[in-house]
């Protein structure tokens, strides 16, 4: 049976080095997923694919990159709407889950489930504790963890959770929201949600009705934060879950990268 094909695409580096190094994580998750996943075949794009065939016969994607207004997949909606239509796995990472209101972001409803949505969602830099994990594919090893990231939170979703499983969710303490009211920073609902002590979903997935599958992450902007050994396996286990690959009992093991290992994937 042929391997099934991940494809990894980043966007270029946009906040200084060891931030948002979309190239490396992308070479960094590829190079694991070759290793250590029975089954499956991971490349990476820099970019939107220019060759038409590097997607066409993929089981899942994942988009690394900027986003908002400039997302790179904004010009291709359809292309990736047909995609989906096929049973094509779908997944975006940190900034990459922001796209604006409107058909962008009804897309991504669509086929991860959310999507961060500006005057709803924030992006607060702060220490997250996740001190259970929800049973499923994608948490098959990984322990309750505690990390330091720009973790995004109350995303928009589809109405009342329709389909969405959270796979990582926490209570955001009340300093992420010191700033003040903003596109980004905070707005009158989500100041509610927090004191209404609302859990706030960072990792989440879809099993659509197409029969793909969608995965959104909301953290990911330090690139060392990779050698963090539960988060690393978390997006491992997610991306081969998303492209309908088995994950492990134990999770997609690999073993924990030096610094100078994950700064020779940098760019």
Known sequence: MSAKKIVLIAGNPSHGRGSHEHVGGCLLFADLINKYVDGASAVVSQGWPTDASVLKDASAFAIYSDGGGGHLVIPHLD???????????????????????????????????GYFEMNWSVNPHWTAEFKSLPKHPINNGVK??????????????????EGVTSVLSTLPPDSTLERPDGTHSGN????????????????????????????GFTGGHFHDKWAVDDVRKFILNALIWTAKLEVPKNGVE?????????????R
């Open 79 to 113: 292309e990736v709407a047909e995609l989906a239509k096929k049973g094509v796995g779908v997944a975006m990472l940190h900034y990459a889950v922001e796209v604006p209101a409107g058909k962008p972001g009804d897309c991504f409803l669509e086929w991860i489930g």
């Open 144 to 161: 309750p963890f505690t990390m330091d990231d720009e973790w995004y939170y109350h995303m928009r979703f589809r109405k009342n959770m």
């Open 188 to 215: 009158p609902d989500v100041r509610k949600a927090v004191a209404n002590k609302e859990p706030q979903h960072l990792g989440w997935c879809v099993e659509r009705p197409d029969g793909g599958r969608g995965f």
């Open 254 to 266: 690999t073993p924990t990268p030096t610094p100078q290992e994950l700064e020779s994937y940098m």
